[in-house]
Structure formats: structure tokens, C-alpha cells
């Protein structure tokens, strides 16, 4: 099917979403490209293809049909077809946009490229892919959307890159939150907590206009809980469960040290929750984690090194990471993106769970509500989450989980303003981050 | 099976390869990894897991069975398990040796990802990656293989680093040669191809010593048409067919560019072929390639076009990736090289053909024999390829492909001394690396 046998107004750029979402009940997906000023007078943002305009090769097909096409839309993610009417496609599901901020940055270098070769949403998923980047890094974005052309992956249908959230957020069913300011010379915590709470205050705003009702957030820019925070604070039109800070590279490596203590390979270990902050006050739980099934107590005897070792080495993972490698973990931290999507979008295996950082309303656990804290999580596999029950604390745990519980609290009463609930009074007790973090 | 239940003879860090064999046929997979000075005299280089001696963690199983072990091998790598034995692995298939150069390099930090995430083998192929770096990146492979070991991809069951090709090619089924030193300033095409011939010479004979009599090579490192002919000369006991330099980047550049040209889904492009050098005088085949399973000169009818400006969109991409980008193209790079190792793996789909550069005997085309030139080729999912019949040649196409082939000529005889064919006599007739390449 064409354009030109739809009406006019379907042909433009900027359509309503209840346009778009009947659109795409005759079109496969509907291809939107520009690389022109926006109307809006908020920004003098792009939307563009990964195309520069002197390399604008004008897509025989669309000019021949709709010539209004042809100025505002170029580019190989830019073109109008119909997947159900191709053998190999008309099965797909319908396409669904991933909006990635920091996308010029080394961790989306990694993430881009697995979300685009169907490995996290499968193979017949087709995907749009919209990046936001800054000005400063625009140039780097059309690099980036240009490998992505060149590496000629059939389910990726669309790339746009922009520097305005409310343009890369429109209809996003997923936003996946990686770009942060890095942390300036003599920062402290709270000094970064504002420069990056401002930053996720306003995506939080943008992802409450014009995201999908059900857009599912993953925060990884740090520090993540409290961003994540204040992104669901400032979006109170979608659900607050739906908002996640990423605890799961910490996960992922609680279960490596565990496994290699125990001399068990990695598979063996699971129920492994992270509670609380992904600072150096989180908790890897090494109660209620399992090797082999048993209880990592009953398989590793050196209690002493479960509580006085494992924790640190955990943490300090990142940090030992950059001495030996000369930079952040970027591609370890994309794989254990991709596991914290997959963990939402395939059922939960029996008796075993995941960690994520969620939004404490309603949590079994006793946490205080009105934070976001790592948890552990099951899913149906349905893009939603539920909480474990039947997890079980000891002394050593709870006191452990009441000092992240009361650094995120006091996280939260340091953005106060940006969340919308008074003034901010700034009393953290130290200074937490996590060796590495970025 | 515990290695208890083995003969003494098979605990040892170096096994004989058939009884490797042996060992393979009863265990699913044998753990070797150590940390310490090799007893061979060449070199001082060491094989080891990616835990540094002071996180060593004795792994409690291999502790109470094989004390033996204890001091040689270490890491979530390192384990003695068997597949067979659980549910979830025992259909698997038997572990293969992948060895990669320039393991620390931006190209490997991509790929070696994905080959260890079952993308590339497929989800019942369980892999050993065998990392080579130099001394100066040694530690930067430490923190590769900690990432790696944080990713706890269940199919990758063993990663070791070295510095000695002998250590890295031991039984490798794969060898992915993308370290190659970069030319220095001032440096002619000759210098770069001299320096870095030393090194695919070197590692053709390591090869030819010790990896899989059927392993297969595909060269990455630049120049890497002459790096892979130097490589195969120097490993007379290996078919010289099983050896391939890299043109699949620039196939699928080409398929990009067509498909923007005309208006298309890069999907739609195929029977594309790169012929002769990776260089400025490669020949992208428009002649051949076909868009929606017709000629392209039938569907883009901008002759100019095709004849004028396709061929340099293809090889200037590179140079303006980096302008964009302030990098070259690791991950569309790594991509492509997983592209070429489906293509061997998977049955090339019916009337379609893949660019591979390989050895020149035996081809239909009356290219020159006895140089690697990029040729359009076929697979039957096998590992092994064959040439494709009925490509046609016109005037345009037949002077650029005698170009190519000169110029691979020249090279060659610019590298005699290394390929032990004589005296170099280096006449090439110009400078004709690709921009940005590596």
C-alpha cells in the first residue's frame, strides 16, 4: 500500500497518536523523518534520519506517489511499506518505538546495536528506534544511526535522533534512561543529584505528554534510584510501577562473586535481590540467594567473607573494572539492560525472581513507601511486575536495609524541589557512590 | 563426572588434541586455565582466567577432588563440570575454540559479546573464547574478561588471555585475526604492509602448529586481503580455502546505499558482491545485485549515478563515519564480521550469494590465482564455501576488477619475503587505503 491512497493528512509529519495508532491498522508502520526546525517554539530541535541532507538520495517510490514526502523525509529508516504485504513479514507484530537517551554515549554504543538485531524483543519485533542526544553530541548521534544503517538489520524499521525528550518520547513504549551528567571535579552527591534531577524532572515531564499510557522507564543514569524518582514524580499521568532504576549489572555481578566463591558456575546461583540504593549502601542478599537450589549458607561456610567481603567486592567491581580497562563497564552494564528488559517481557522462571529498582508503594517488605528501591520482582512477562513474598530477614539484613532505606530518604528530601513536594534540605550522611559509577 | 574419576594424566594443563578428543567425548567440556609462566622458552606469556591472584576464590568442588588443580586454575571460567549431566545442557553441542586478536580493541569489545551470547553459534552451542592481546593490553583484556564473566552468558564456558598466538590457537574451530598495528604517521602502504605482514606471518605459523586442522579464518586486521594470503602461506597444513579476509562491511555498505538510491528497504538488496581488494580500487558490483530480485540498472536508472558516485559512497563511508562519529566503525564492523561467520554457517538462501575475500584457485571468474580476492561466494551452512556460477561481466565491470587484481598482484609481490616466495619488490602504483579504516 502506498501513501497516496491515503488521505492527505496522514501524509504529514506530525500526526495525532489516535491518527497514527489507525494508521497502523492499514500500515504496517508508517515511516516519519524530518530534518527541518520544528513548529514548536519550545526548542530549535531536529528530527532527523541518519542521512545529512547533501546525501539525500530522494526514495524513488515516495516521490513518484507524494512529492510532500520528499522534502521533509530521506534516509534508508525513512520509507513507507507495508510489512503485511511481504511473506517474510506480515506475521510481525505491530512496531513498537524504544526511545534511548545518552545515545551517543558507550553504553547505548552497546545497547543500540542488541536492541536492533531482535535479540531482547525477538524476531518478529519490529522496532523504531529514537535517540536523544545533546547538542553537543549530534553529530555523533548521525554517526550512530548510520552504522545502525550499515548494519542492515531487517526488524529495525525506523531510527530518528533529536535533542528535545518530547519529540523522541512521542508514542514510546519503552524509554530507556542511560544519559547523565558525569559528576565535575569536587561534586558532591547532592550537587549531582540536582544537576541530574533536573535533567530527569523535565524527561519525566516530557514522557507524562506525549510517551504511551503504559511506557515502561528504565533509569540508568546515576544516581538512578532518585532520577528514577523524579521522573515518576514528574509524569503522574503513567503509572509509577512502570518506572525502574537499574539495579541488575549489580545483580549480575553478586552472582559471579557468589559463584566463584562457591566454585559453581554463574547458572547455579539465583534468587539474588540487590535491596535498596545502587550506591555503595546497597544490599546483595545473600540470605535468601540460592546455589544449586540450597541456600547459599548451607554451600559456602566462610560466613565471615558473606559478611564482611562479598558486599565490597561487589561494589568495588566497577571501580577494579576502569583500573584494569581504562573506562566504564559499557558493555557489561548494556548486557544487564537487555537482562532487566528481558526479566519484564518473558516469564519469570519458577521460584526464582530479579531485582529491580521500583517504586515502594505497596511493597510486602516493610520498606518505606514514596521511594524507588531495589527489590526483588517476578513477572508474567506481560512488560508488568509483581513483588516475591515469602523472602525472609535477619538481623543482619534488616540493619543493612534500614541504612539504604534512610540514605534514599534522605536522597529524596535533597530533591525535594524538583519533585514537586517543598523545599530541599540536603543532609546526606556521606558520600556514596559507587567506585566506577558513571 | 568429577576429574577425579579421570586418569591423573588428563588433569594436566596441557593435553595432548587427541586426547582432548577423548577427553570431549566424556566430558562435555574441560576447564583449563592457569596463571603463571608457561614452560615453553618463546615467551614469557601467561594463560589465565580473569580473576587477578589476589581474588582467587579456590573453587570449593575442584578443591575437595583435584588439589592439582587448585593452584593452576581459577575463575568462574575454570570450573570442571559436566554438561552432560543437567538438564538444560545436555542436548548442547560440543564446546568450540574461538580465538580472537586484538582482544581489547573497540571491535573485539563488540563482538566478543555477541559471540558470547549464543547470536552468532546458535542458543545449543557452547563456546571458549581465547582472547590475544599484547603486553601493553594485557590488563585491558583482564577487565574484557571480567566483563564477560559480569554478562554470565550461559553458553560461554571458558575465556582465557594471552600474548602468544601458540596459547590462543591451541584447537581454535575459529580464528577472528582483527588486531593489526594502525599506520603511523608518514607510514606508506608498503611500511603498513611489511609491519603488519610480520604478524599475520607469525600467526599463520602458529596456526599451522596448532589449531583445528578445518579451522577457519577470517582476517580483519589491514591490509587484510595480503594480511590473510601472508597468513595462509604460512600455514601450509590448513586449507588454504579456509581463510577469509573481511570485505562483508563493505557489501553491506553497498546494499545500504542502493537501497537509499532507490528508494527501498535494505532488505530488499541482494546478490551483492565486493570483487578484488578492501581498499579504494574494491569494485562494489552493481551489475550483478538485484533489488527486488531485479537488476538494479533496471530499477535505479541513473546510470551516471551508479557508474560516478556509488562505488566512492561505499569506500568513503568509513572516512565520513569518523568525521561524525570521532571514531571508526567498530560496532557496524563487528556486526559485519558476525554477518560473515552466518554466511558460513547458516545455507546461503536460494539465488542469493554473500562477498567473501578468499583464496583466488580454482575460481570460475579468471581471476589470478594464488592471491585473496573478494568473490561472490555460497554455503551450505557448513563452514565451507563455494564459488557462485553465472555472474556476468560487462567492459566497466572487467577494468576494475583487472585493477583490484593488479593491485593485490603488486602487493603481493611487495610481501615475498613473508610469504617465502622471495625477494619484495614493492612497486604498488599508488596509495589506496580506504579512509577510516583501521
Redesign the interface.
Known amino acids: 500500500m502506498a501513501v497516496a491512497e491515503l488521505s492527505p493528512s496522514f501524509t504529514k509529519t506530525h500526526l495525532h497518536s489516535s491518527q497514527l495508532s489507525f494508521l497502523s491498522t492499514r500500515l504496517a508502520s508508517f515511516r516519519r523523518c524530518a530534518f527541518r526546525p520544528l513548529p514548536r517554539a519550545r526548542s530549535a530541535t531536529t528530527i532527523s534520519c541518519s542521512?545529512a541532507p547533501n546525501?539525500v538520495?530522494?526514495?524513488?517510490?515516495?516521490?513518484a506517489e507524494d512529492p510532500k514526502n520528499k522534502t521533509e523525509c530521506f534516509?534508508?529508516f525513512c520509507?513507507t511499506?507495508d510489512l503485511k504485504a511481504e511473506e517474510?513479514t506480515k506475521n510481525w507484530k505491530k512496531l513498537i518505538n524504544i526511545a534511548v537517551s545518552g545515545a551517543a554515549g558507550m553504553i547505548s554504543?552497546?545497547l543500540l546495536?542488541k536492541l536492533a538485531?531482535g535479540?531482547v524483543f525477538g524476531p518478529d519485533q519490529p522496532i523504531a528506534l529514537k535517540l536523544l542526544g545533546s547538542e553537543r553530541s549530534f553529530?555523533?548521534l548521525?554517526?550512530?544511526a548510520?552504522?545502525?544503517?550499515?548494519?542492515?538489520?531487517?526488524l529495525l524499521?525506523e531510527v530518528s535522533i533529536s535533542i528535545d525528550p518530547y519529540e523522541v518520547f512521542q508514542d514510546s513504549e519503552w524509554a530507556l534512561l542511560i544519559g547523565a551528567k558525569p559528576r565535575g571535579p569536587g561534586m558532591e552527591r547532592a550537587g549531582l543529584l540536582d544537576l541530574n534531577g533536573q535533567i530527569f524532572a523535565e524527561q519525566g515531564k516530557a514522557l507524562n505528554a506525549v510517551a504511551s499510557r503504559n511506557v515502561k522507564v528504565i533509569v540508568v543514569g546515576n544516581p538512578c534510584n532518585t532520577n528514577a524518582l523524579i521522573c515518576l514524580k514528574n509524569a503522574p499521568n503513567i503509572p509509577a510501577k512502570n518506572f525502574h532504576a537499574l539495579t541488575r549489572?549489580d545483580e549480575?555481578?553478586a552472582?559471579?562473586q557468589l559463584?566463584?566463591?562457591?566454585?559453581?558456575?554463574?547458572?547455579q546461583v539465583s534468587n539474588m535481590t540487590i535491596w535498596g540504593n545502587h550506591s555503595t549502601t546497597q544490599v546483595p542478599d545473600f540470605l535468601n540467594a540460592r546455589i544449586n537450589g540450597l541456600p547459599v549458607k548451607e554451600?559456602?561456610k566462610d560466613h565471615k567473607w558473606l559478611e564482611e567481603e562479598f558486599t565490597e567486592?561487589v561494589q568495588k567491581?566497577g571501580g577494579?573494572?576502569i583500573?584494569?580497562?581504562?573506562r566504564s563497564?559499557a558493555?557489561?552494564t548494556s548486557?544487564?539492560i537487555v537482562?532487566a528488559i528481558r526479566s519484564l517481557v518473558t516469564p519469570t522462571p519458577e521460584g526464582d525472581w530479579f531485582s529491580s529498582g521500583v517504586y515502594t508503594n505497596g511493597n510486602p517488605y516493610g520498606i518505606a513507601e514514596d521511594i524507588v528501591f531495589s527489590m526483588p520482582c517476578r513477572s508474567k512477562g506481560d512488560g508488568d511486575y509483581e513483588f516475591v513474598k515469602g523472602v525472609i530477614f535477619d538481623d543482619y539484613l534488616l540493619k543493612r536495609i534500614t541504612k539504604t532505606e534512610a540514605e534514599l530518604l534522605a536522597e529524596k528530601r535533597c530533591v525535594a524541589h524538583l519533585t514537586g513536594e517543598g523545599i530541599a534540605f540536603c543532609d546526606l550522611p556521606e558520600d556514596t557512590m559507587l567506585p566506577g559509577e558513571m
Open positions: 542521512v546525501q538520495q530522494a526514495p524513488v517510490a515516495v516521490q534516509g534508508v520509507l511499506y517474510e554504543n552497546h546495536f538485531s535479540e553529530q555523533a548521525e554517526g550512530v548510520m552504522e545502525l544503517e550499515d548494519s542492515l538489520f531487517p524499521r549489572l549480575n555481578r552472582k559471579c559463584a566463584l566463591k562457591a566454585g559453581v558456575f554463574y547458572d554451600v559456602i567486592k567491581r577494579v573494572l583500573e584494569k580497562w581504562g563497564s558493555a557489561s548486557v544487564s537482562d
